[in-house]
């Protein structure tokens, strides 16, 4: 049989973690600077601001509120601003192989053990009617965990090609959406993008309004939006007359963790 390798394997592998601590890292040591761009006199954010604070939010809410949440939705983005093109490729390239080899690789594992019924209550001639509940149980969590994890391999066989573009594409969703929701306007939105790769020294040729809006901001609303569609259907993909509702709410939970997780890159 093929070595399939361990998720512990596959991180000592791809090494993602030191990825992730990076990105902790370096919003960490550019979070003022971050701050200090969205709340500046030429950021569109101000004014955004202080209408809500107006309008909706309590009256001693600090005009820092909001922009420490539109800083907080850009902590993947900052660090793929602040990474030369080919960087940003590799990064994403990485942290993709790396999750596609672990669905992968759990995906054969649980199907190892479901394409044998009788693991842990192997059958006799003399007594043919075994009757292992928990080994049940663990057949029906398991055929869940199968279902989780071949939609998610089905959804990275369908990536496209990473390019330098796509760390920023994917991470931004949020904080469009975010800016959408405020109301601000699609001016406005260019204008601060333009405004925060300007302070960072984004290093991309194509920093016009236009490209942007096209090279940026629409795919960043679009793979969010995707995401957001399936993560809520996978409640209703999920289901198994054999277990209990405590026990198939944690496995959904952790379905839509796993797909948060693998999908952030």
């Not at 309590?58 to 983005?77: E, M, R, T």
């Amino acid at each position: 049989m093929k070595n399939i390798l361990t998720t512990r394997q596959l991180r000592q592998k791809h090494d993602p973690d030191s990825i992730l601590k990076n990105i902790e890292s370096f919003f960490e040591k550019n979070l003022d600077k971050l701050l200090a761009t969205l709340s500046h006199a030429d950021s569109p954010l101000i004014r955004y601001s202080a209408n809500l604070q107006i309008s909706f939010l309590d009256p001693d809410q600090k005009q820092d509120d909001l922009i420490n949440k539109a800083a907080s939705l850009l902590k993947d983005a900052l660090y793929f601003m602040m990474l030369p093109k080919k960087e940003r490729t590799s990064v994403t390239q990485r942290m993709r192989a790396y999750y596609s080899d672990v669905v992968k690789n759990q995906l054969v594992r649980v199907e190892l053990i479901l394409d044998d019924p009788e693991i842990g209550s192997p059958r006799h001639s003399t007594d043919p009617n075994s009757n292992h509940k928990a080994m049940r149980q663990v057949h029906s969590i398991l055929s869940i965990i199968k279902k989780t994890l071949a939609h998610e391999n089905d959804h990275r066989k369908n990536l496209t090609r990473a390019g330098y573009l796509t760390g920023l594409q994917v991470s931004m969703g949020k904080f469009f959406t975010f800016l959408k929701k405020i109301g601000m306007s699609q001016r406005d939105q260019i204008s601060l993008i333009q405004h925060i790769f300007d302070e960072f020294d984004v290093d991309w040729e194509e920093g016009d309004r236009e490209n942007i809006k096209v090279s940026i901001q629409q795919p960043s609303l679009e793979f969010h939006k995707i995401t957001q569609e399936e993560i809520q259907k996978i409640s209703g993909t999920l289901f198994s007359k054999s277990l209990d509702d405590a026990t198939l709410s944690n496995l959904v939970e952790h379905a839509v963790l796993l797909s948060r997780r693998i999908r952030r890159f």
